[in-house]
């Protein structure tokens, strides 16, 4: 009697040495784009120095902190906040455990399902039916514990390639953890700059209505000497209204970028940050990194995601062709049932049982078979969505070298557009300090210099935002460890 369930477990071991096999494609790495470089033509070697010359360096890393590069402690902080208390990336971080945990779950498939039972029962029969013990007592006591074994044979794989799909969903999510970090520390930065920007914006023009009001005091007092005309002081009433006009826009978009700053950080409009942003409190990065295209798509986490997602559809495809094929489960119990608990498991009350199940689709209308058709679709979807990730990725980043370069041509013209406007204001003032001239042209010369300082800090500006849209566009920083 012993024999027979040793035999059946010898079939147990064949059978899992049979599980071994493993149907559908294995997933192999995408190749990394056979380009060398982004942008048609050749970057220049450092750009226009307004404001700060950058060089490109070909190959070198970006920092995983890299808004540090930016000088800004008050931009360190903020970052650190928006990190810890950012609902959107608290969110991706759940979601996050929540796919590990799902492919922990699904993990345990590969292994045997283990199950306790046991029953206690008090009963009276009747005496028109049979007694179910041998004693034949009407009232008994029954006490029942017995272990159950099930196993599903993954003889083709399908429960492996569950696993694998289930890995590579987390892997993805992880992924695209990585991406609302790297959104959130790049908006941040963005928004801390435009802010800055505004506030510098909202200074000139104040200066720019400042001079234009004196203009005007000035051609309503030379029209009553009857030096001035109506239309002279028209015309610098038109000019005040006009500067007065950018006053409430100004106020409206710092308003505005305030109230975004405080949401990345986690926090309501009415606790946005504390200190006054200006763009002197940031720095122009003097290296800028450019990875290599093979780098790329390995840095960039929507690359990554894309690519697990590969990985996922492809062990789908496997799933559904073993389901296809038949299908093994293996069952066994040992116990004991007995009216008193201490002979429970004495040799005559003992039990067990060893059973085998093959199970075969014969016919489900086609079900089966297009449910293979349609992961293969899926894959196939994965696939060029992958590609789309990778043109993506490399776009963006011969965009933002782009604009790196042509940013800082405007920067350079708009510096010596001011530069020649703060000159012309200089003379201007020397001349009335020595009695060369009324106090018109100066005034004129001031309000010319405060819109060419506006247009000087809108495209420093624009430099600084190129360069966070660089390191955003390069991945944000690979960290391995994290």
Known sequence: MRRQPRRAWLGVALMAALGGCVVGPSFVRPPPPLVDHYTRAPLPEETAAAGGAQRFVTGASVQSRWWTLLGSPKLDEMEDAAI??????????????QAHETYVAQRAALFPAVEFAASATRAKNSVTIAPPLNSNAEIYSLYTAQLNVS?????????????????A???????????VYL????????AALQLASLNDQTEAT???IEADRAILRIMESQRARGEASDA?????????EQAEQLAPTLRKQVDLQFDLLAGLLGRAPSAGPAERLSMTDFTLPRDLPVSLPATLVRQRPDVRAAEANVHAASALVGVALAARLPSITLAGSAGGASENIASLLSDSNT????????????FDAGALRHKQRAAEAGLDQAMALYRAAVLTGLQNTADTLQAIVDDAETAKHADASAGATAESLRIARAQFAQGQSSVLPAL??????SLTRIAMIQALTARYTDTVALYQALGGGWRPAD
């Open 84 to 97: 810890k208390a950012n609902p959107n990336l608290a969110a991706a971080k759940a979601a996050l455990r």
């Open 151 to 167: 196993y599903v044979v993954d003889v083709f794989g399908g429960e492996r390639r569950s696993v694998e799909s289930a890995a």
């Open 169 to 179: 969903t987390a892997e993805a999510q992880a992924y695209e953890t990585d991406v």
């Open 183 to 190: 959104t959130l520390t790049a908006n941040v930065a963005s």
């Open 206 to 208: 104040r200066r720019l």
């Open 232 to 240: 002279d002081v028209v015309a610098a009433r038109a000019t005040l």
């Open 351 to 362: 039990l067990w049982s060893i059973a085998g199940s093959v199970g075969q689709t014969v």
């Open 444 to 449: 004129n010369a001031e309000g010319a210099d």
